[in-house]
């Protein structure tokens, strides 16, 4: 460090001695709080507050059943995003990696999930059902896992195959499969499924996951998130429902997603694991923020573009002092 | 006596923040821009966010879809926070602009950037305990990249239960802490002088 900047660096760090003016901290604070609340006041009373009301099975159920039926069939076959996801619910998948670091693997499964008996039978055997699900619950039950793979797998490959449209499911060996799915659809269309998935035939609950997990499985909850604009791609991390401001401040996570490569899963590592590769970005940005005054550049900022001019204008009119030139 | 630790703080404190610093009666003359309001204004939100979110929590994350009154507090919260993040944005760019680390102030800078990131996640954490649409999506959505980083193995953004009390009781407290931390800074290395102020032996008046 220069002498010159070393002595400038002592100035800066030194009590003031210059000019000083009255300053009343205290009624600074509260003039502050009054003006604040009296803002927020005015804000609550004209704008409110947004508060949609949360999506239901019983109302997936009722709106769009053969999504319902068919998604409570991929969870039987485990072809459904939960069943195939892998850490924390599932060790089905590796997950997401940048490079050598397959941090969601690692993690391990701390969140067990097992779609097949955590949706669909788990559910079916909580509740008193007709005899026809009740056999087919117990038929299940008695067959092997590859026998209940076969049967799940080639009636869900058919659904596929029909594009949805279960009136037009071609003939075949489905074992109860079918009857398990219209089980659960029917429970999910009395409502007594969103209870049975939040209890897991407990009492206490406060732990959401299996039941916004298999909410995500379909294709209900998304096209409610892509009706109210909040899908990743198009900014949505950042709205909120309804005409209201939402977590502006996540604008530049937000961002990412809007970019090559991130906003394209087929273009390559990031664009497939473009989830971890915006974290390790926005945390290497968020370390940049806390880390500005040793950042070389950016540090400098301040002193070439003269901003603080402004700032400070009375400061420097009553102390004639001009811009240094560098 | 000297030894005691307690009477080391008590020494430690009443030289680097007495009183005439903590409560101070007046300021350098520079300190003159509408700048300067914002670190005040920021505080100011952070105590209405917490005295609606103390009366929302005596009632439970429930009442407000059920109540007039409730709704009305959730606004207050709600506004409250846009409020303090407009205000703390516009403190944090003001800060950078006056290269506000200068003259050890460092630590200063750090605490309010870091509190700039646990203001994110203590806001995030109150979208996932909305218990409506809102936070039926954001938990779905948001549980990919917390995953995708092994996080969410211990935090776990669809559990209910978990976000509460980390959005209630963990986050207000770290958040809290730093803020107290970086308001003491700041009180006890005084307001950062102008750029081109100069000591008189580098050619300044003051």
């Known amino acids: 460090m220069s002498a010159n900047r070393e002595l400038k660096h002592e100035f800066d760090a030194a009590p003031w001695k210059g000019k000083t003016k009255r300053y009343d901290i205290v009624k600074e604070g509260t003039i502050a709080l009054a003006i604040v609340a009296a803002l927020t006041l005015v804000l609550a009373l004209l704008m409110g507050s947004p508060d949609e009301t949360?999506?239901?099975?019983?109302?997936?159920?009722?709106?769009?059943?053969?999504?319902?039926?068919?998604?409570?069939?991929?969870?039987l076959a485990g072809s459904s995003g939960t069943a195939t996801y892998g850490g924390p619910y599932n060790k089905n998948s590796d997950g997401l990696n940048v490079g050598p670091f397959w941090l969601q693997k690692w993690a391990g499964v701390t969140h067990p999930i097992d779609t097949v008996n955590d949706f669909v039978i788990t559910p079916l055997s909580t509740q008193l059902m007709s005899s026809e699900v009740s056999s087919a619950v117990s038929t299940w039950n008695a067959a092997s896992p590859t026998q209940q793979s076969a049967w799940a797998t080639s009636y869900d490959e058919a659904i596929a195959k029909a594009e949805g449209k279960l009136s037009e499911v071609a003939a075949g060996d489905y074992g109860p499969?079918?009857?398990?799915?219209?089980?659960?659809?029917?429970?999910?269309?009395?409502?007594?499924?969103?209870?049975?998935?939040?209890?897991?035939?407990?009492?206490?609950?406060?732990?959401?996951?299996?039941?916004?997990?298999?909410?995500?499985?379909?294709?209900?909850?998304?096209?409610?998130?892509?009706?109210?604009?909040?899908?990743?791609?198009?900014?949505?991390?950042?709205?909120?429902?309804?005409?209201?401001p939402g977590q502006a401040w996540l604008w530049l996570y937000s961002f990412w997603y809007q970019i090559p490569p991130f906003n394209n899963e087929e273009s390559g590592p990031i664009g497939a694991n473009a989830d971890a590769y915006i974290m390790y970005v926005m945390g290497a940005l968020s370390l940049g923020l806390i880390l500005i005054p040793v950042i070389p550049g950016i540090r400098s900022l301040p002193m070439r573009i003269p901003i603080h001019r402004g700032i400070w204008s009375q400061y420097y009119k009553a102390e004639g002092i001009k811009r240094r030139k560098k | 006596m000297s030894e005691m630790w307690t009477a080391k703080l008590r020494n430690k404190w009443q030289k680097n923040l007495p009183?005439?610093?903590?409560?101070?009666?007046?300021?350098?003359?520079?300190?003159?821009?509408?700048?300067?309001?914002?670190?005040?204004?920021?505080?100011?939100?952070?105590?209405?966010?917490?005295?609606?979110?103390?009366?929302?929590?005596?009632?439970?994350?429930?009442?407000?879809?059920?109540?007039?009154?409730?709704?009305?507090?959730?606004?207050?919260?709600?506004?409250?926070?846009?409020?303090?993040?407009?205000?703390?944005?516009?403190?944090?760019?003001?800060?950078?602009?006056?290269a506000a680390w200068r003259g050890n102030r460092f630590a200063t800078w750090m605490t309010g950037a870091v509190a700039f990131v646990a203001s994110i996640a203590t806001a995030f954490t109150g979208y996932l305990v909305q218990t409506n649409f809102?936070?039926?999506?954001?938990?779905?959505?948001?549980?990919?990249?917390?995953?995708?980083?092994?996080?969410?193995?211990?935090?776990?953004?669809?559990?209910?239960?978990?976000?509460?009390?980390?959005?209630?009781?963990?986050?207000?407290?770290?958040?809290?802490?730093?803020?107290?931390?970086?308001?003491?800074?700041?009180?006890?290395?005084g307001v950062v002088p102008p750029i081109d102020a100069e000591p008189i032996s580098l050619g300044g008046r003051s």
């Open chain 2, 19 to 98: 009183i005439e610093k903590l409560l101070p009666d007046d300021q350098p003359a520079y300190v003159a821009s509408w700048i300067y309001v914002f670190g005040v204004l920021t505080l100011a939100a952070l105590a209405v966010i917490i005295a609606s979110g103390v009366v929302l929590a005596f009632e439970g994350p429930a009442w407000y879809h059920v109540s007039h009154a409730g709704k009305f507090i959730n606004s207050l919260h709600f506004w409250s926070v846009q409020l303090f993040f407009v205000f703390m944005v516009i403190h944090l760019w003001g800060k950078f602009w006056m």
């Open chain 2, 134 to 189: 809102d936070s039926q999506w954001i938990s779905f959505e948001a549980k990919d990249g917390f995953n995708s980083m092994g996080i969410g193995a211990w935090f776990n953004v669809t559990n209910l239960g978990q976000m509460l009390l980390l959005h209630v009781a963990f986050l207000p407290l770290i958040l809290g802490a730093i803020t107290v931390v970086h308001v003491l800074m700041v009180r006890k290395r």
């Open chain 1, 177 to 244: 499969v079918p009857t398990l799915a219209a089980g659960l659809t029917s429970m999910a269309k009395s409502g007594g499924l969103d209870a049975a998935l939040l209890s897991q035939g407990g009492f206490f609950q406060t732990d959401n996951t299996k039941q916004i997990l298999f909410f995500g499985d379909g294709s209900y909850l998304d096209d409610a998130g892509t009706a109210a604009n909040l899908q990743g791609g198009t900014w949505g991390m950042m709205n909120e429902t309804g005409r209201y």
């Open chain 1, 54 to 75: 949360p999506l239901t099975f019983k109302g997936w159920a009722t709106t769009n059943a053969d999504n319902f039926y068919a998604t409570a069939v991929q969870e």
